[in-house]
C-alpha cells in the first residue's frame, strides 16, 4: 500500500493530508519557514509561481520555466514521516567527537555499513572491493582523487597528466583539473584531445553520461587512470546498473536519492596509495564531511534499503512516464526541422537536444519560455541544449506545456521568434553554480 501511495505521488497527484503549505509550486524552507523554490538562489516558488502559498500563476508566455537547475525532487515525497520513512536523528548540542579521521576515509561506521548495503542491492559497485572514503559530495572526491593522481601518477621531468572525457561531458570536468594541482611541472593539465592510448592520459568517465545519458565504456586501457563517475549509475535511471570494475568509483547521496544540499558523496579505490593521497586531500583542505550529514545520509539510505530496490523503481516509472510525453511531442519539431535530434534512445534525467547546425538550440528554448542550459558548456556545439527532467511536477508540467507548443508551431514562426531572443540576457540567468554534478 506504501508502495502504490507513492507511486501516485509521483504520478503528480497531491499527496493526501499535505501540510506543506507551499506545495505543489513550491516548498517549505525548514530553516525559515518560508516558502522557496527548492534552491537558495532561486526564487521563493517554482517557475512562474508567486504570491501567497505560491498560488499565484504567471499564464504569460514571457514567463521562463526554469529547466536550467539539475535539480533532483522525484522522490521528494518519498521521504516524507506518513510515507514512513524515519527523521534523521537530531545530535544534541551537548555532545561532541574529535575531527573526523580523514587519514581512513572519514566515514562514520554506520554510513560505511548502508552505503554497502545499498550497493550490493544495486549491483552498481563491488562494495568490498578498494577502500571507502566519504566527500563533500561527488565533486570532492573527484578532486581529491585527481591530486592523488598527480601525488602518485606524476614523474618528475616527465609530462604532465592529460585529462579528458568525450564530448560532451558534465560542464565542471575542466574545472577541476586546475583546482587539484599540487604545484609541480608533471600536475595534469584538461586537454579534452589527449590520446586515450598516451601513457599520461587520464579518463573522467561519465557513465551514464551527463548530459546526454548515454552509458559508456572507457577508452584509456590502464584502469589506474580512469576515474568513474557512476553518480548516474542508479536503478532509477533508463539503463540498468553496470559494475565496471573501476579503480576508482565515485557516486553521491544527490544523484542517489535527491539529497543534492546534504554534500555527501563517496568513493571506492582499489590503489592504497591514491586512496592514501585523497585522503591527505579531505584532510589539509576540508577536513572530512560533518557527522550531521553523514547522519542524514545514513538514515536515508536505510529508508533505500529497507525497500528492496523499488524505490529506485518508483522513481524510474516517473522518469519514463516524462520520457513517453517527449516522444509523443518531439516528432513534430523533428518534422519541421526545429531539432534534428535528442537522446531518445537513452531516457536519461536530462534531454539533450540538437538543432540544425546554423541554429542555436539555447535560444530556441528561449523563445518557447524555456530557460535550458547551452551545449558548450557541456563541451557541445551551440546547437545543442541541456532541459532537466527531475525537477518538480509543478516545473515539469510547463516545461512540457511549452514544448508541445513549439512542436506544434509552424517553423517560419519559430525563427521569427528566436531572432527576438535577446540571447545574451538568458545566458546570464544561467550561472555556473546552477550545475549540479
Not at 573522467?204 to 565504456?217: F, K, M, Q, R, V
Not at 518557447?368 to 542550459?373: K, V, Y
Amino acid at each position: 500500500k506504501m508502495l502504490l501511495a507513492s507511486l501516485v505521488v509521483l504520478a503528480g497527484v497531491a499527496r493526501a493530508g499535505a501540510t506543506d503549505p507551499c506545495q505543489p509550486h513550491g516548498e517549505t524552507n525548514v530553516l525559515t519557514g518560508e516558502c522557496w523554490g527548492g534552491g537558495g538562489y532561486g526564487p521563493p516558488c517554482f517557475s512562474c509561481f508567486s504570491g501567497p502559498n505560491c498560488s499565484v500563476f504567471n499564464a504569460s508566455d514571457a514567463c521562463l520555466v526554469d529547466a536550467s537547475r539539475n535539480s533532483f525532487l522525484l522522490w521528494q515525497d518519498l521521504f516524507e514521516p506518513d510515507n514512513g520513512f524515519p527523521e534523521a536523528p537530531a545530535l544534541p548540542s551537548s555532545w561532541g567527537m574529535p575531527y573526523q579521521a580523514a587519514d581512513i576515509g572519514g566515514v562514520v561506521p554506520p554510513l560505511d555499513q548502508s552505503i554497502r548495503a545499498v550497493h550490493r542491492l544495486e549491483g552498481n559497485v563491488d562494495p568490498d572491493a578498494g577502500q571507502l572514503m566519504v566527500c563533500a559530495g561527488a565533486r570532492g572526491c573527484a578532486l581529491s582523487v585527481l591530486y592523488a593522481m598527480n601525488q602518485v601518477y606524476g614523474v618528475a621531468g616527465a609530462a604532465p597528466l592529460q585529462v579528458f572525457s568525450r564530448a560532451p561531458y558534465f560542464a565542471l570536468y575542466p574545472v577541476w583539473v586546475p583546482l587539484a594541482s599540487i604545484g609541480r611541472s608533471t600536475d595534469a593539465v584538461w586537454n579534452a584531445s589527449a590520446d586515450p592510448g598516451a601513457p599520461t592520459s587520464v579518463e573522467i568517465l561519465g557513465s551514464p553520461n551527463n548530459p546526454d545519458g548515454e552509458p559508456l565504456t572507457p577508452l584509456v586501457k590502464n584502469k589506474s587512470l580512469v576515474l568513474c563517475d557512476h553518480v548516474y549509475n542508479w536503478g532509477w535511471n533508463h539503463h540498468t546498473p553496470a559494475n565496471l570494475d573501476c579503480d576508482v568509483s565515485i557516486f553521491s547521496l544527490s544523484k542517489a536519492t535527491g539529497h543534492c544540499s546534504s554534500r555527501v558523496g563517496w568513493a571506492f579505490v582499489k590503489d592504497p596509495r591514491i586512496f592514501a593521497a585523497a585522503a591527505e586531500y579531505q584532510k589539509f583542505t576540508v577536513g572530512g564531511v560533518s557527522v550531521e550529514a553523514q547522519a542524514r545520509a545514513h538514515t536515508v539510505l536505510q529508508r533505500v534499503v529497507a525497500t528492496n530496490g523499488s524505490f529506485f523503481g518508483l522513481g524510474r516509472a516517473v522518469l519514463e512516464a516524462r520520457w513517453d510525453q517527449l516522444d509523443a511531442a518531439l516528432p513534430g519539431c523533428l518534422a519541421s526541422n526545429i531539432f534534428v535530434s535528442y537522446n531518445k534512445e537513452h531516457r536519461g534525467p536530462l534531454l539533450w537536444l540538437t538543432a540544425p547546425s546554423s541554429k542555436d538550440a539555447f535560444a530556441i528554448l528561449g523563445a518557447a519560455g524555456i530557460l535550458g542550459e547551452e551545449g558548450v558548456n557541456f563541451g557541445g556545439q551551440t546547437y545543442n541544449a541541456r532541459v532537466n527532467l527531475c525537477g518538480s511536477m509543478s516545473g515539469w508540467n510547463l516545461v512540457m506545456q511549452r514544448l508541445q507548443k513549439l512542436c506544434a508551431t509552424p517553423s517560419e514562426r519559430v525563427w521569427a521568434a528566436v531572432s527576438r531572443v535577446d540571447a545574451a540576457s538568458l545566458r546570464g540567468r544561467v550561472p555556473l553554480s546552477h550545475f549540479a554534478a
